[in-house]
């Protein structure tokens, strides 16, 4: 007989006998043998992956593009990947790299300077031929600085100008606007004037009080700078034309005019930029001088600051107060004006948008990025050029959190969940909340969530998520968002065992 045919036989036999033997002990009364089921739970990331791939089910993202990645820094493991190889506008997003790189390249000390230079000095010193107001690009100078700096000057001697305050931009090129902004936001407070010697973003505050008798408007700071003409008309009954502030865009003039109808008792109140940020700066400054005791004679005018002026008197600014207010408020001149000073820094003086860029292509060639596969023209993300992937913020936001000098105020300056900046009502009460810290953007047709965030285990996460090409407004797609980043916060990857009890 065949060995393998003796060999089966053999065994089935001994399994016969052991079964008996297990039906015998039961027919007896002897204890059973309870076979327990193990039941292992759903695999964390798996589930991670089905709810993620749910939310992008929504009717929302059926003509809506989306790329998203994520990847914990801890293994390097991509928890989730959906079309991040996608070439999609950033928008604000882009200030990730803008904020790095100054970081880096400007140092971490870095300050952002403002000087005030006079020259011929004459009658024992306390007079000046002409004073030089000087920017190196500090995007937060405010009229209070200004005031500040006048002080220095009168503390130094000087009690009259007898010329006229000099304005200096010339660090700066002259390119005030982004490659690719749009042309109709002209004046908007989010698309300011880019220059090097910039005070109150470059905007101006109108505000209105419609009383009883007439429609009264003042300007904030006050500045002969500006002009206000009132065309609107004071109504009670009802509205034929609606009530608008607009700058005027031709002529190159920085003219308000109100026009339409306003309802008595109503207030109103609106940011413009203003075309001549540096005139405005030097107007703002020859009020300063004059409240801090002195005169001033002559006029503002824009020139450069000869090699014999001395400088008096010098505002600082730490690029860690403008690396904040840049990622935590979007705002934008911090933006364009921390591009153009990398660019002055490393490329040479005038700073230009173009140097600003190719300074940070250097930056992000150090951490490994192939630079070729991306473009950037401006430092905020305005511009409708910028092209960037999912996975190539990733990368770069794993890249830099590699960098123990940069990373740590890197960091801290971006919104919070629940907290403040522009996530301040984001995701509030949930695992989220006070834990995820990313940077936000907002275009029309598009909206970007990309930072870090940790996991209910303590694993760092960095996740990138563009959504784009919607027609109505973002909000449904920040919520996409959020509820992306909730679930990331309360992830946990630490599998347990559940055993089921016998019956």
Same mark, same amino acid.
């Given at each position: 007989?065949?060995?393998? /045919?003796?060999d089966h036989s053999f065994l089935s036999s001994v399994f016969f006998i052991i079964l008996i033997g297990l039906l015998s002990g039961c027919s007896t009364g002897r204890r059973s043998i309870v076979f327990r089921p193990v039941i ?15 939310? /992008?089910?929504d009717t929302i993202f059926t003509n809506t593009h989306a790329g998203i990645k994520i990847v914990s820094l801890d293994s390097g493991t991509v928890l989730y990947d959906h079309e991040s190889k996608a070439l999609m506008n950033p928008?604000?997003? &882009? ?21 005030? *230079? ?6 024992? %010193? ?26 220095? =000057? ?25 490659a690719g902004w749009t042309w109709d936001d002209e004046s908007d407070p989010d698309a300011p004037y880019i220059n090097a010697l910039s005070v109150n973003q470059n905007c101006i505050t109108v505000n209105i009080l419609a009383s ?6 003042? /300007?904030?700071?006050?500045?002969? *700078? !500006? ?11 009802? &509205?034929?034309?609606? *009530? ?5 865009? !031709? ?23 203003? +075309?001549?940020?540096? &005139? ?10 004059? +409240? ?37 408020? #979007? ?34 060639? +150090? ?6 596969? *991306? ?6 993300? =305005? ?37 403040? %900046? ?25 909206? #970007?969530?990309?930072?870090? =965030? ?39 990857? &630490?599998?347990? =065992? ?6």
């Amino acid at each position: 007989m065949n060995r393998k /045919l003796l060999d089966h036989s053999f065994l089935s036999s001994v399994f016969f006998i052991i079964l008996i033997g297990l039906l015998s002990g039961c027919s007896t009364g002897r204890r059973s043998i309870v076979f327990r089921p193990v039941i292992l739970p759903p695999d964390p990331l798996t589930v991670l992956q089905g709810k993620i791939n749910a939310i /992008l089910q929504d009717t929302i993202f059926t003509n809506t593009h989306a790329g998203i990645k994520i990847v914990s820094l801890d293994s390097g493991t991509v928890l989730y990947d959906h079309e991040s190889k996608a070439l999609m506008n950033p928008a604000s997003n &882009i200030k990730l790299i803008t904020s790095a790189a100054a970081l880096s390249i400007l140092d971490t000390g870095y300050q952002f300077k403002t000087s005030v *230079f006079a020259d011929d000095r004459m009658a024992g %010193g306390i007079q000046i031929r002409n004073i030089y107001l000087k920017g190196f690009g500090d995007p937060l100078l405010d009229d209070m600085d200004l005031d500040s700096l006048a002080v220095a =000057v009168r503390r130094s001697g000087v009690q009259m100008v007898r010329g006229n305050i000099v304005v200096d931009d010339s660090y700066f090129d002259d390119n005030y606007w982004g490659a690719g902004w749009t042309w109709d936001d002209e004046s908007d407070p989010d698309a300011p004037y880019i220059n090097a010697l910039s005070v109150n973003q470059n905007c101006i505050t109108v505000n209105i009080l419609a009383s009883a008798n007439a429609i009264s408007a003042y /300007l904030e700071p006050f500045t002969e *700078f !500006v002009s206000i003409f009132n065309h609107a008309s004071l109504v009670t009954d009802s &509205i034929r034309q609606p *009530f608008k502030i607009r700058r005027l865009t !031709v002529n190159n003039t920085n003219t308000v005019v109100l026009e339409g109808d306003i309802f008595n008792g109503r207030q109103v109140n609106q940011k413009l930029a203003l +075309r001549f940020p540096e &005139i405005y700066a030097g107007t703002l400054f020859k009020g300063s001088l004059r +409240r801090a005791g002195v005169t001033v004679a002559g006029e503002v005018i824009s020139g450069e600051v000869h090699d014999r002026a001395q400088e008096i008197a010098v505002h600082l600014q730490p690029i860690e107060k403008v690396v904040n207010f840049m990622n935590k408020q #979007s705002d934008n001149l911090s933006a364009e004006n921390a591009l153009k000073v990398m660019g002055a820094y490393k490329n040479g003086v005038p700073g230009s948008a173009k140097k600003g860029v190719s300074a940070e292509k250097e930056f992000l060639s +150090r951490l490994g990025m192939d630079t070729t596969k *991306f473009t950037a023209v401006d430092g905020s993300g =305005v511009s409708r050029y910028n092209l960037f992937t999912a996975d190539q913020l990733v990368q770069f936001l794993a890249a830099v959190a590699k960098q123990p000098g940069v990373f740590q105020k890197f960091y801290n300056s971006l919104p919070v969940a629940g907290w403040d %900046g522009t996530l301040a009502d984001r995701m509030i009460g949930s695992p989220a909340e006070f834990n995820l810290r990313a940077k936000t953007g907002t275009l029309n047709g598009a909206s #970007s969530l990309s930072g870090y =965030v940790r996991t209910r285990d303590g694993e760092m996460l960095a996740f990138s998520m563009m959504m784009q090409n919607f027609l109505h407004s973002s909000s449904a797609y920040r919520l996409a968002q959020d509820r992306i980043g909730i679930l990331l916060a309360g992830l946990s990857r &630490i599998k347990t =065992v559940q055993k089921v009890p016998a019956k």
